[in-house]
T-cell receptor, first 116, second 114 residues
Framework: KNQVEQSPQSLIILEGKNCTLQCNYTVSPFSNLRWYKQDTGRGPVSLTIMTFSENTKSNGRYTATLDADTKQSSLHITASQLSDSASYICVVRRGRGNFGNEKLTFGTGTRLTIIP | EAQVTQNPRYLITVTGKKLTVTCSQNMNHEYMSWYRQDPGLGLRQIYYSMNVEVTDKGDVPEGYKVSRKEKRNFPLILESPSPNQTSLYFC?????????????FGEGSRLTVL
């Protein structure tokens, strides 16, 4: 069964500290994995995409990693800021070829709170 | 500006009073979808549409209807709302074809059914 599991469910850290969010998936065949950031009461916005051949990708203070062998991805946030407080959702796309509805599997997200 | 627009953003209604949440995108996307988001459950898909006049059920379609008469619009209809449909709703769109599957979300519509 195609599943995406994220951990932890919630995380509270002090401003300025680093943190790492985890995403494990059983989706097969794998196409890509995307991390979305969702601010409270807003729609999710894509942060980064990881394809099969990519191990690490950075977007400012966000660094995503992918281990396609173990089917794990992580999102590392460096020097956290109050604006990083949000939910982070991992979404995995299955298969190749044309995009279709059946191809996306969502994680339930990690709720990150940064405290001053 | 490329965007997905939902209306209304906030709505309080009573049980049984029909309502429609509109969704419009200006990116010429083929794929559109509706989700509801409830605490602890993440995003759950209600209905989706692969193109004009093509719609299908998602994971939680009961109590909802949709239509796709034009490419840009994908309204969500609650014929007889009930309190268990109180939720935060998101519309999203994506390019069809051989693309990465990135979803572009609207700002959300918070619905309360009394």
């Amino acid at each position: 069964k195609n599943q995406v599991e994220q951990s932890p469910q919630s995380l509270i850290i002090l401003e300025g500290k680093n943190c790492t969010l985890q995403c494990n998936y059983t989706v097969s065949p794998f196409s890509n994995l995307r991390w979305y950031k969702q601010d409270t009461g807003r729609g999710p916005v894509s942060l980064t995409i990881m394809t099969f051949s990519e191990n690490t990708k950075s977007n400012g203070r966000y660094t995503a990693t992918l281990d396609a062998d173990t089917k794990q991805s992580s999102l590392h946030i460096t020097a956290s800021q109050l604006s990083d407080s949000a939910s982070y959702i991992c979404v995995v796309r299955r298969g190749r070829g044309n995009f279709g509805n059946e191809k996306l599997t969502f994680g339930t997200g990690t709720r990150l709170t940064i405290i001053p | 500006e490329a965007q997905v627009t939902q209306n209304p953003r906030y709505l309080i209604t009573v049980t049984g009073k029909k309502l429609t949440v509109t969704c419009s995108q200006n990116m010429n996307h083929e794929y559109m979808s509706w989700y509801r988001q409830d605490p602890g459950l993440g995003l759950r898909q209600i209905y989706y549409s692969m193109n004009v006049e093509v719609t299908d059920k998602g994971d939680v379609p009961e109590g909802y209807k949709v239509s796709r008469k034009e490419k840009r619009n994908f309204p969500l209809i609650l014929e007889s709302p009930s309190p268990n449909q109180t939720s935060l709703y998101f519309c999203a769109s994506s390019l069809g074809g051989a693309n990465t599957g990135e979803l572009f979300f609207g700002e959300g519509s918070r619905l309360t059914v009394l």
